[in-house]
């Protein structure tokens, strides 16, 4: 029975020294000291034992016992030491490493542009106004004084979804909406940026899609030299204080009187240069006391009612406020085109 202990106990500790984990120890612990071991057996063998004997072999038994479950007990302590040592080895984080620069998106140019100018029109009292990408004939071309066979509907190739249905060609059919909801006698006082489409070539200048952002104001006894003041608003705080602000007599089917504005070139400062093409002006955008036929249209008595428009190209602007010489890039988002422009 002593060979039989002394046997068991060697192969209990070889199990255990070769046991790698946890669990390979809990197999020798059930195997060894388990109800069903081995060196349990031997004590259920006592009985069997002389008198003499059984003391001797009952103390030997616990002593192997002991000594396997000690055994067990610094093992696991090890391993488990040396599984901690390892993931604190591989979750160890070395404070001194360079962090992983995180890339911080940001609003894209064309975004901050229009909410550039949505602001400075905020502050001078205009609200903003969102209308329908897929408008109707009406609201987009015939309330805008542009009927049916008009020869400027073709200076605006639409794209037609039905006979009735387009993709709107500017942004004005909502300033439409909004005088028409307002039944002819509370004044408006309104921006609406938003998408536009025309069927056009894509080029350096011209993209099938592309932004405006337009303005209206429209009461009683308003006259172009309010246009003027708030454009002069406008073009100073876009542009700078320095800039002066000229008006050119033009044509807008929905304007009349109608005029074009342009800014002091910023590049010559009015001397004339390459940007300026000489003329030392740079055209901005485009606006005009509401025609008659729109107001009436709309609901009101262009006898008691008048009122003033305008409309600008935010893609311009930014071209022309940060030398983008490519409209295109605007809509390819290409990341290093648009991180030159991202305001961290
Ligand atoms: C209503 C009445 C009048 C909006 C206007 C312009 C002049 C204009 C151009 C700017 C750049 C188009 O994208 S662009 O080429 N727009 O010059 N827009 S007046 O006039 C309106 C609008 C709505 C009810």
């Given at each position: 029975?002593?060979?039989?202990l ?6 209990a ?17 059930v ?25 001797v ?8 016992r ?25 979750e ?58 008009h ?12 006979e ?31 998408k ?37 608003a ?16 033009s ?12 800014i ?30 729109v107001l ?32 295109r890039?605007?809509?390819?988002n ?11």
């Amino acid at each position: 029975m002593k060979e039989r202990l002394e046997q068991l106990k060697q192969e209990a500790l070889q199990k255990v020294e070769q046991a790698n984990n946890v669990q390979g120890l809990k197999d020798v612990r059930v195997e060894y000291l388990g109800k069903k071991g081995p060196i349990t057996e031997v004590l259920k063998g006592m009985g069997k034992l002389s008198k003499e004997e059984r003391p001797v072999i009952g103390q030997l038994a616990n002593e192997v016992r002991e000594q396997v479950a000690e055994a067990i007990e610094s093992k696991q302590t090890r391993l488990e030491d040396e599984a901690l040592e390892k993931q604190l080895e591989e979750e160890s984080v070395d404070v001194t490493l360079p962090g992983r620069p995180v890339q911080v998106g940001g609003p894209h140019l064309l975004t901050s542009i229009v909410e550039e100018i949505e602001d400075l029109f905020i502050g001078m009292g205009f609200e903003i106004k969102e209308g329908p990408e897929v408008e109707t004939d009406y609201y987009n071309f015939e309330a805008l004084n542009l009927p049916k066979g008009h020869p400027a509907r073709d200076m605006q190739d639409s794209f037609y979804i039905t006979e009735e249905l387009l993709l709107r060609t500017h942004t004005s059919p909502v300033q439409a909406r909004t005088m028409n909801a307002k039944n002819g006698s509370e004044p408006v006082k309104m921006i609406c940026p938003g998408k536009v489409y025309r069927r056009d070539t894509d080029d350096a200048t011209h993209s099938h899609q592309f932004t405006q952002i337009e303005g209206l104001l429209v009461d009683k006894h308003v006259r172009m030299s309010d246009l003027k003041g708030v454009l002069n608003a406008f073009a100073k705080q876009m542009f700078g204080e320095e800039r002066k602000i000229r008006l050119r007599p033009s044509f807008f089917p929905f304007t009349e009187p109608s005029v074009e504005m342009d800014i002091s070139c910023k590049v010559c400062g009015g001397e004339g240069c390459s940007v300026c093409k000489g003329t030392g002006w740079i055209e901005i955008l485009g606006a005009g006391m509401v025609h008659p036929n729109v107001l009436e249209m709309a609901g009101y008595d262009p006898k008691e009612y008048s009122g003033f428009a305008f409309g600008m190209g935010p893609e311009r602007i930014a071209m022309l406020k940060y030398g983008v010489d490519d409209i295109r890039n605007f809509y390819t988002n290409d990341i290093r085109f648009l991180e030159q422009y991202h305001k961290a």
